[in-house]
């Protein structure tokens, strides 16, 4: 059985930072692109970054361009996510999701609120 | 960026009665290499992540009921629900994964009439 387990969200307040930790077993991992997505509060699905089998290859969301990283360890088959420069608009559930294979794969996701 | 362009934003249906939604592409998500349409649909209801019902535009995923069915090819696709029942009111979103940035329809949120 498949499973993503997205884990690392909180309450931070702007300007602070988090990092997102996304575990995934039952699939060979560092065979996949991995993504994260999000979804703000009484809004839609929205990517917000991805990354090669390597690690190598990162593409983002220009909303979030410059503050989120993205990357992997492939050992411990973990997708992250840092979030620096957190702002109001990142409140968000943060989902990771793998489309490898052809068959979507997504975590329960993880809450990020920014506030003060 | 593929843009993906649901309608109708919501729909309202009585039990029973058929359900129709419609997603379309801005360009082609067919993959040539295999020939299949990279194109998913979600069901999300309030407070929970989304479901996936359905991908390559037209498999169900397993223990989805199969009054959900979905459509299409290359730019435009279709989720139907055959006989809406009361569990399937809910947000449905579809999505292209073809390439990136992943790319997902505004939803149509589902109701019974």
């Known amino acids: 059985e498949v499973q993503l387990v997205e884990s690392g969200g909180g309450l931070v307040q702007p300007g602070g930072s988090l990092r997102l930790s996304c575990v995934v077993s039952?699939?060979?991992?560092?065979?996949?692109?991995m993504h994260w997505v999000r979804q703000a509060p009484g809004k839609g699905l929205v990517w917000v970054s991805g990354?090669?089998?390597?690690?190598?290859?990162?593409r983002y969301a220009d909303s979030v361009k410059g503050r989120f990283t993205i990357s992997r360890d492939n050992a411990k088959n973990t997708l992250y996510l840092q979030l620096n420069s957190l702002r109001a608009e990142d409140t968000a559930v943060y989902y990771c999701?793998?489309?490898?294979?052809?068959?979507?794969?997504w975590g329960q996701g993880t809450l990020v609120a920014v506030s003060s | 960026d593929i843009v993906m362009t649901q309608s109708p934003d919501s729909l309202a249906v009585s039990l029973g009665e058929r359900a129709t939604i419609d997603c379309k592409s801005s360009?082609?998500?067919?993959?040539?290499?295999?020939?299949?349409?990279?194109l998913a649909w979600y069901q999300q209801k309030p407070g929970q992540p989304p479901k996936l019902l359905i991908y390559?535009?037209?498999t169900r995923e397993s223990g989805v009921p199969d009054r959900f069915s979905g459509s299409g090819s290359g730019t435009d696709f279709t989720l139907t629900i055959s006989s809406l029942q009361a569990e399937d009111v809910a947000v449905y979103y579809c999505?292209?994964?073809?390439?990136?940035?992943?790319?997902f329809g505004g939803g149509t949120k589902v109701e019974i009439k």
């Open positions: 999701a793998n489309y490898g294979s052809g068959r979507p794969y």
């Open positions: 039952g699939l060979t991992f560092n065979n996949y692109w």
């Open positions: 990354i090669d089998t390597a690690g190598s290859s990162t």
């Open positions: 360009q082609s998500v067919l993959h040539s290499s295999n020939n299949t349409n990279r």
């Open positions: 390559w535009a037209s």
């Open positions: 999505q292209q994964y073809y390439t990136d940035p992943l790319t």
